[in-house]
């Protein structure tokens, strides 16, 4: 199964530990890993489900393509890392 780790900085603001969760699609992997976090969605999602401005998510170590319908394909055995995007000057 896939395994979700958010960055140590959203998880002082929720509860949100590595697990491992199943599903085929960035979609399908957050949906199972929000289930056990649902706090952690608002952070990550905004209200039409696409990722906040903000924030980055990373399959395999590889920035995901799709932000809005989150499409992006998963490894049985991948990682799916969420942390905040850095920006500024």
Known sequence: MPRVT????LQ???ACPPCEVAGGT????LDAAFA?????RGY?????GEVR???ILFVDGQAISD???LSD???EHGEVFVMQALSGG
């Open 6 to 9: 958010f960055t140590r900085n």
């Open 12 to 14: 002082r603001h929720v």
């Open 26 to 29: 960035v979609r399908e992997v």
């Open 36 to 40: 056990l976090y649902p706090v952690a």
């Open 44 to 48: 990550v999602l905004d209200e039409r």
């Open 53 to 55: 401005t903000h924030m």
């Open 67 to 69: 932000r809005r319908a």
């Open 73 to 75: 394909t998963v490894p």
